[in-house]
């Protein structure tokens, strides 16, 4: 067909999560308390980070831009979210729906590179403690960081050009609660087979192979740990590993599900639940297995909110103060 025949489509309407008409109003709240757990969580982990001395190592500086990327990527997708939900479902013009798919795109792969980036420095302080100083050197740990960001929005912005470039004839309804990657593509009437198979090697580029790699040092992380003599250290170790395995495994294999398998494989209610994991539960669980378990982190915290106090006190009996 000639490109005259289309009627293209320049708004699109989110319908939200299907019936739960009845319900929406608890979901919004409930909703809306987890952005504020997930805001609040990460950015007192960004704050204590960038605030106390003894935090400035490799790893928390992993934990602070993790953290960076969580705040953005939950901002991006919970307010028009909450939107939906509240107005039982939202008008978003294709621009912004495209903006908001590359904006999540970009952030899931820069985190899908920091969590590889993470395994691989606890693979060198619980394998190789000798050689970790001289590898996760400062200047080692902020390239990987720049690395991961730079590489995602790089990457991603290849997909987004391929899928701006198709015709979006309609229909003009998204059966989802955010601009994702197989509704967008259900708006197109060109044959998108060609974004499919960019999508999916991308997906294998900077999910899949950082999963294998998270996995291979995983490996050998516990078999290290098997090693280790006392069974207290076993056991202290085992447990900070498995927490962060799962929640990793989780995301991973979320978006690996989502993107890298082909787009009718699963109904929309599934791909609805399983978006929901990575958008939500992960980002909302992430301060406290990363994080506030951590001691250091929570002297850290502590550290933190007694300044805060003291400040306040100080501001306080000033005010008194003749």
Same mark, same amino acid.
């Given at each position: 067909?000639?490109?005259?025949?289309?009627?293209?489509?320049?708004?699109?309407?989110?319908?939200?999560?299907?019936?739960?008409?009845? %319900?929406?109003?608890?979901?919004? *709240?409930?909703?809306?308390?987890?952005?504020?757990? !997930?805001?609040? +969580?990460?950015?007192?982990?960004?704050?204590?980070?960038?605030?106390?001395?003894?935090?400035?190592? /490799? &790893?928390?500086?992993?934990?602070?831009?993790?953290?960076?990327?969580?705040?953005?990527?939950?901002?991006?997708? *919970? /307010?028009?979210?909450?939107?939906?939900?509240?107005?039982?479902?939202?008008?978003?013009?294709?621009?912004?729906?495209?903006?908001?798919? #590359?904006?999540?795109?970009?952030? +899931?792969?820069?985190?899908?590179?920091?969590?590889?980036?993470?395994?691989?420095?606890?693979?060198?302080?619980?394998?190789?403690?000798?050689?970790?100083?001289?590898?996760?050197?400062?200047?080692?740990?902020?390239?990987?960081?720049?690395?991961?960001?730079?590489?995602?929005? %790089? !990457?991603?912005?290849?997909?987004?050009?391929?899928?701006?470039?198709?015709?979006?004839? +309609?229909?003009?309804?998204?059966? =989802?609660? @955010? $601009?994702?990657?197989?509704?967008?593509?259900?708006?197109?009437?060109?044959?998108? =087979?060609?974004?499919? *198979?960019?999508?999916?090697?991308?997906?294998?580029?900077?999910?899949?192979?950082?999963?294998?790699?998270?996995?291979?040092? #995983?490996? $050998?992380?516990?078999? %290290?740990?098997?090693?280790? /003599?006392?069974?207290?250290?076993?056991?202290?170790? @085992?447990?900070?590993?498995?927490?962060?395995?799962?929640?990793?495994?989780?995301?991973?294999?979320?978006? !690996?599900?989502? #993107?890298?398998?082909?787009?009718?494989?699963?109904?929309?209610?599934?791909?609805?639940?399983?978006?929901?994991? #990575?958008?939500?539960?992960?980002? &909302? @669980?992430?301060?406290?297995?990363?994080?506030?378990?951590?001691?250091?982190?929570?002297?850290?915290?502590?550290? $933190?909110?007694?300044? $805060?106090? !003291?400040?306040?006190?100080?501001?306080?009996? +000033?005010? @008194?103060?003749?």
């Amino acid at each position: 067909m000639k490109e005259d025949n289309y009627s293209r489509i320049t708004e699109v309407w989110l319908t939200g999560i299907d019936h739960l008409q009845s %319900t929406r109003i608890v979901l919004f *709240i409930f909703f809306l308390i987890m952005y504020v757990m !997930i805001l609040t +969580g990460n950015l007192l982990i960004i704050s204590v980070i960038t605030s106390e001395h003894c935090l400035h190592s /490799p &790893m928390y500086i992993f934990l602070c831009s993790l953290s960076l990327s969580e705040v953005l990527f939950t901002t991006n997708l *919970i /307010p028009k979210f909450l939107q939906v939900l509240w107005e039982d479902g939202a008008a978003i013009n294709l621009g912004s729906c495209l903006a908001q798919f #590359y904006v999540c795109g970009s952030l +899931g792969a820069t985190e899908c590179l920091l969590f590889a980036s993470m395994s691989y420095d606890r693979y060198l302080a619980i394998c190789k403690p000798l050689h970790y100083c001289s590898v996760m050197s400062f200047a080692f740990c902020g390239k990987l960081v720049l690395f991961s960001w730079v590489c995602a929005f %790089t !990457i991603m912005s290849i997909t987004l050009i391929m899928i701006s470039q198709l015709q979006f004839c +309609g229909p003009k309804i998204i059966d =989802h609660y @955010f $601009c994702d990657f197989s509704p967008i593509l259900e708006l197109s009437c060109s044959d998108t =087979h060609a974004v499919e *198979i960019e999508t999916f090697i991308i997906t294998s580029s900077v999910a899949l192979f950082p999963f294998l790699f998270v996995i291979g040092t #995983y490996i $050998c992380i516990i078999t %290290t740990i098997l090693n280790i /003599p006392s069974s207290t250290g076993r056991w202290k170790s @085992f447990s900070t590993c498995s927490s962060h395995l799962a929640t990793v495994c989780t995301y991973y294999g979320t978006l !690996i599900s989502l #993107y890298a398998i082909p787009t009718h494989t699963f109904s929309r209610t599934v791909s609805k639940t399983l978006s929901l994991s #990575y958008t939500v539960v992960t980002p &909302m @669980f992430n301060p406290i297995i990363y994080s506030l378990r951590n001691k250091k982190m929570k002297l850290g915290v502590q550290k $933190c909110l007694r300044k $805060c106090l !003291i400040r306040k006190e100080r501001h306080f009996l +000033g005010h @008194f103060t003749p």
